[in-house]
């Protein structure tokens, strides 16, 4: 698993994961990078084309890939 893919941002990210789970310091963290990055680390923009949520939303219920 790349550093740079979707998985990486949904299971396995240290700033990502906790902040989807409440974390207060790496919600502040994550905020942080996508204010400075325009939408997320790489692994991030890759979530959101595959699932087509934000890094900073969980996944819809079922958790299925966006087909374009």
Known sequence: MA???AEFCESRCP???R???GNRLAKLLQ???MALTGGGCPAGRARQRKYGVRPDEPL???GHEVRL
Request: hydrophobic share 35%; with cysteine; glycine share 6%.
């Open 3 to 5: 550093w740079m893919d």
């Open 15 to 17: 700033v990502c994961t």
């Open 19 to 21: 902040a989807r789970r």
């Open 31 to 33: 905020k942080l990078e």
């Open 60 to 62: 819809p219920s079922g």
